[in-house]
Each structure stands twice: as structure tokens, then as C-alpha cells.
């Protein structure tokens, strides 16, 4: 098992085929109600899920205490720890820790429509600090604020849409701030294989990062 006072693990990597004996008998059960292309990611997100969290906990993977039916945020029962997990195209980010824990991903390259963004979704001084950036820089910054802010209602545990316009990023500093509440959870992003990632939750600017993507 891993210690109560190590710092999270993040695995970046590619959504792949599932191995069916990885899976619980309710995720395999869940997965056949769903639409084939979405059976295809549930099934491949959580036996990569179950795989990894595996080797770090020294079990196997379809014993671990995995409460994750489709849509909804993974749970790990029996006091085990905290996982997130977000995909995106062929993109798979999963992140552990011993208390809670978000992630995120976006491929880096995204295009993003900043203008509409930030008007609809982001608060007015992190607009002012984004209006001051030229229009390329700019779009990188709303994808990275984008990224963090998805992470953080995760690690709530939260509504993204009722969520999304409480949280500002200061791109000076690189704090995110809830400014209803005056959460200022540790955070951490960065771009990998062509990916951009984020992580929040205590000991995330500590965490490590596995990229198993060819070419990284």
C-alpha cells in the first residue's frame, strides 16, 4: 500500500482495449447498457483504472473496493484512497491520492473560442488579467485556466455548470481561488505527448507523472 503521507500519482496514457478480467461483474453489467462507442471508453477507462490503481495498492485489479458506474465520479471504498479520471479523444488521465483529488485533459492543441469563454464562463478580473494577453497566448490560457477549473470542481466534487464561474486562476501567480468560499486547493498543470493535464488536491504540486503515450 502506499503511504498515508505520499504525494499523488498521475498516469498519462492512451485509452486502449479492455481486459475483461479486470472488471467487476457490475461494471462489465453496466457497460452493456450503454451505446457501443460509449461502452468501448467506460470499459477501457476503468480496466485501465483498475490495472493501475493494482500496482500501487498490491492487489488485483478486480478486487479492488471500486465503486464506478458510468457518468458518475469513481469512488474507492474501504478508505483506500481518492481517484479521478478524465478522458478526452484516445486520451486517458487518472490521478490517485491519499485525500481528494481532480484531474483533467484537453489535447494542448484544442482550438478554443476565448472570446465566448471568458464572457460566459470566467470571472471579471481574470478577464482583465486575459485581455492583456495577445490572441495566441491567450487561447493557451483559457485552456489551461479551463483545465484547472474542470480539476477543481471534480476534486469537490461539484456541478460544473453551477461551479465553473466561482473558481479564477491568476495567471501571475498560478493560484486558483473559489472566490465565493476562499478555497485555495494546491494545483498543478502542464503539457505532455500533445496533452494539456491538470491535477488539484493537497500534494498535487509534488505529484508524479507516468506517461505511457508513445513518442513522450
Known amino acids: 500500500m502506499t503511504r498515508s503521507d505520499s504525494p499523488p500519482r498521475l498516469w ?10 479486470s472488471l467487476s461483474d457490475q461494471e462489465r453489467a453496466w457497460g452493456r447498457q450503454l451505446p457501443p462507442p460509449v461502452r468501448r471508453r467506460y470499459w477501457q477507462s476503468r480496466s485501465a483504472l ?14 479492488l473496493p471500486l465503486h464506478s458506474p458510468p457518468g458518475r465520479p469513481p469512488l474507492l471504498l474501504e478508505e483506500a484512497g481518492w481517484v479521478s ?4 479523444g484516445e486520451g486517458l488521465l487518472l490521478g490517485f491520492s491519499r ?26 478580473p481574470e478577464v482583465v ?18 483545465v484547472l477549473k474542470e480539476a477543481a470542481i471534480k476534486w469537490q466534487r461539484r456541478s460544473l455548470a453551477r461551479e465553473l464561474s466561482c473558481w479564477r486562476l491568476d495567471h501571475a501567480s498560478g493560484r486558483l481561488r473559489h472566490q465565493a468560499e476562499g478555497l485555495e486547493p ?12 491538470a491535477g488539484v488536491g493537497a500534494g498535487m504540486r509534488n505529484a508524479g507523472l507516468d506517461v505511457v503515450i508513445s513518442g513522450a
Open 12 to 21: 498519462l496514457g492512451p485509452l486502449q482495449g479492455a481486459c475483461a478480467t
Open 50 to 63: 483498475r490495472q493501475w490503481l493494482a500496482g500501487m495498492l498490491g492487489c488485483a485489479p478486480s478486487a
Open 129 to 146: 488579467q486575459l485581455q492583456a494577453f495577445d490572441a495566441e497566448l491567450r487561447g493557451a490560457a483559457v485552456l489551461t485556466s479551463w
Open 186 to 197: 494546491e494545483c498543478s498543470t502542464g503539457t505532455a505527448a500533445g496533452w494539456r493535464w
Open 99 to 124: 485525500a481528494p483529488i481532480g484531474v483533467d485533459l484537453e489535447p494542448a492543441d484544442r482550438p478554443v473560442a476565448a472570446a465566448a469563454l471568458m464572457r460566459r464562463c470566467f470571472p471579471p
Open 85 to 88: 479520471l478524465s478522458h478526452s
